[in-house]
């Protein structure tokens, strides 16, 4: 059975190259809002963290209709940390549209989610979008887009994939580039011409994969996949089977069937081969599930997402100020929320340490475990965590391999050779370098994973904020040596209580401070970068010292300068290896993970 009404689509693309943007118009234009409707803009990222920083982190569904063919669409991230995403999203769907800027061209990320495209040989339509940017080459990127195909060694079907050029912001699309641009529909078109129609045998028994899982307070576990053989009604019996489980088989009942229309789901009493539906009431549902027939139960093959590369402790807050800002501080609330992010993100691994108030949680970058670090924090967690560590691995003689990242950066020309001697010094490896524009360099490097850990706000000091870097995983390697990671020492508070003027004017003399006067600090907590290599310890609790000749009115001719305020990502990136970043609501606090000055100088010793 061939269900010529329906196409399935996943679109991707590298960060940043207006994947969400297309979506959002290819909805407008199919006439999902009301023609007086107010619309935000990226309207499927609808995470809180995802509208403030203009990401994609969790693939979306939602479904247009076009002269009468009803096209489900999949918006999937960009940013390699949440490739897991884009790996298993792609076994829903028939084809692809892969997004490409019509300036940066062809990117690290846009090679890694192609090659998982080709390797599941789906057909590619490439969208060379934002063609209204000034210094816009569409002609060289068609170039760049069909050498990307011949390095993955594409088939020759593949070389033939059709080219729209698009606007998203403008909410046009072309098939040559002298016609004139009106609407969307050429990209409509192309989608219902090129991408198949999804097959299946409606006669044999029912068989859905689980691609995704969605949740929701109210009715918990929501799995999505697409009906590949037979028909899904509500109330039938089924069972659940896996693929790398075999032994394992859950009888369940169906209670709640939904299709997706726009950005809708909508209650249907069945589905046929081919559609995208979602299924709640199932509790223990997971990714790589298959919901099956009674009679003839069969797994469906899923391939297994890409190891994580990167990892850090997650701890209970025991600092004096701890259990003062968070609603949930013991290691039981900890450990439930941890094991409750595995049920939607399956790139994440979380592991119980030999004691009960340590958990160690490995992702595919930093990006990926600060972004759960701030999802916690704004539900009322509160944690400490550990600086981030890559994971190594053995190879058969017992050598030391790590994890390496190819990372792509486009400078201007003259800050190009001082990120080539701080990459350098991380271990990285110049590979090529290329110009395009008028004044921009493209510096491609292989480096390993750590050399990039606490990087990025360095980076953009020394580019003025003008640089650009991306990074995708390249393997393992061996271990390249030891790197220096921080030049600079810690400034940190000598006893507890509350920050005063006078002690933080002499402090401010050693280095930049993060803390500001009538702020806590407890003893071991760091207040501040010192100038020097050395830790140093300072007492910002200090009182100036009152007698007949000074009154207490002639502190207010001190000047403090204004403190450095640190952001999630830069204090992960700051904090050392032994150090803790403490995470509350309300504050982020970094501290040495042993408090005492004696102890800490002892451990030093050994």
Do not use: W
Request: proline fraction near 4%.
């Amino acid at each position: 059975m061939i269900r010529e009404d329906i196409r399935n689509i996943a679109i991707i693309a590298h960060v940043d190259h207006g994947k969400t943007t297309l979506v959002d118009e290819l909805l407008k234009q199919s006439g999902v809002f009301r023609t007086n409707q107010v619309v935000e803009e990226r309207i499927m990222d609808s995470n809180d963290i995802e509208r403030e920083r203009g990401i994609t982190i969790l693939s979306k569904n939602t479904a247009v209709f076009y002269k009468g063919i009803k096209i489900n669409i999949i918006d999937t991230p960009g940013h390699a940390d949440f490739g897991g995403e884009v790996e298993r999203v792609l076994k829903m769907v028939n084809g692809v549209v892969l997004v490409v800027d019509a300036f940066e061209g062809a990117m690290p990320q846009t090679k890694f989610v192609l090659k998982k495209a080709l390797e599941l040989h789906l057909p590619v339509i490439v969208c060379i979008n934002k063609i209204d940017r000034p210094e816009a080459r569409p002609e060289e990127v068609i170039d760049e887009v069909l050498e990307l195909f011949m390095d993955l060694e594409a088939d020759d079907d593949i070389l033939d994939s059709p080219f729209v050029f698009a606007s998203a912001k403008q909410g046009v699309a072309i098939l040559e580039l002298t016609d004139t641009p009106k609407s969307m529909e050429p990209l409509f078109e192309t989608i219902i011409e090129h991408i198949p129609a999804p097959q299946g045998d409606e006669t044999k028994g029912t068989q859905v994969l689980i691609s995704t899982i969605d949740y929701n307070e109210y009715v918990g576990r929501i799995g999505v996949g697409k009906v590949d053989n037979g028909t899904i009604r509500v109330n039938q019996e089924a069972v659940i089977v896996n693929h790398h489980e075999p032994d394992q088989k859950k009888k369940v009942k169906i209670s709640k069937l939904y299709e997706f229309d726009g950005l809708k789901k909508v209650e249907v009493e069945e589905a046929a081969v081919g559609s995208i539906v979602a299924i709640s009431g199932i509790s223990d549902i997971h990714i790589g599930d298959t919901i099956c027939s009674p009679e003839n139960p069969e797994p469906i093959p899923f391939q297994k997402i890409s190891e994580p590369t990167i990892s850090m402790n997650f701890c209970v807050n025991d600092s004096p100020l701890a259990g003062q800002e968070g609603k949930f501080v013991t290691s039981r609330h900890l450990r439930d929320r941890l094991f409750r992010e595995l049920n939607t993100d399956v790139s994440l691994r979380v592991e119980e340490t030999d004691t009960t108030e340590v958990y160690k949680v490995s992702g595919r970058g930093e990006l990926h475990l600060s972004v759960l670090i701030e999802n916690m924090r704004r539900e009322g967690y509160e944690f400490a965590v550990s600086k981030a560590e890559v994971i190594y691995k053995k190879d058969e003689e017992g050598n030391l391999l790590e994890p390496m990242e190819e990372a792509v950066v486009d400078v201007p020309e003259e800050f190009s050779g001082t990120v080539i001697d701080k990459l350098s010094q991380r271990k990285g490896e110049l590979v090529s370098m290329s110009s395009f524009g008028t004044s921009t360099a493209r510096l491609t490097f292989n480096i390993p994973s750590r050399g990039l850990i606490g990087y990025r706000g360095e980076f953009l000091t020394d580019t003025k904020g003008e640089g650009i870097i991306n990074t995708v995983f390249a393997g393992y390697a061996p271990y390249k040596g030891d790197i220096t990671y921080r030049k600079q020492g810690s400034l940190i508070a000598f006893e507890s209580g509350e920050a005063i003027t006078y002690g933080l004017f002499n402090a401010q003399e050693r280095g930049s401070l993060f803390i500001g006067a009538g702020e806590k600090v407890y003893a071991g907590m760091v207040i501040g970068q010192n100038g020097k290599s050395e830790d140093v310890e300072v007492n910002v609790c200090k009182k100036k010292q009152l007698t007949n000749t000074r009154s207490s009115s002639a502190d207010e001719a001190l000047r403090l300068v204004t403190p450095r305020r640190l952001s999630l990502e830069q204090c992960l990136e700051f904090i050392d290896s032994d150090e803790l970043l403490e995470v509350t609501p309300k504050s982020l606090r970094i501290r040495k993970k042993i408090l005492d000055s004696l102890e800490r100088k002892r451990a030093n010793r050994k």
